[in-house]
């Protein structure tokens, strides 16, 4: 169930428009009918609100001004965890590679 703060790619016409952040969802006047504001995640950053019953929130299709479009919730994708002792060999290689200079004492020197 798409909530305030998830992130979701909306479509149209079935291709991939933008990613938008959910600010707020809040009923309309008409029952089963929802305002759904919205941050656009592009630059310039804009504002909008829809007006969308629950089934459109959800993923299901509708139309404006004669276009489709339909919003997908977006999660985040699984990290691939590295077993500990691979992580602290490649700090290790790298700690061998070069020297590590201290910005801090450098700055503390001068």
């Not at 707020?24 to 504002?47: A, C, R, S, T």
């Not at 629950?54 to 077993?83: L, Q, S, W």
Request: proline share 5%.
């Amino acid at each position: 169930m798409v909530q305030e703060n998830d992130i979701v790619l909306i479509y149209c016409e079935d291709e991939p428009l933008t990613y938008a952040k959910i600010e707020e969802i809040f009923p309309d006047v008409k029952v089963d009918w929802y305002h759904v504001k919205m941050l656009i995640l592009q630059i310039p950053l804009q504002v909008i609100t829809w007006t969308l019953r629950n089934a459109y929130i959800e993923g299901d299709e509708f139309t404006i001004r004669g276009k489709k479009f339909r919003m997908e919730a977006v999660a985040c994708p699984e990290e691939a965890h590295e077993p500990q002792n691979s992580k602290n060999n490649k700090i290790k290689n790298l700690e061998e590679k070069g020297k590590v200079i201290s910005l801090f004492d450098h700055l503390k020197n001068n």
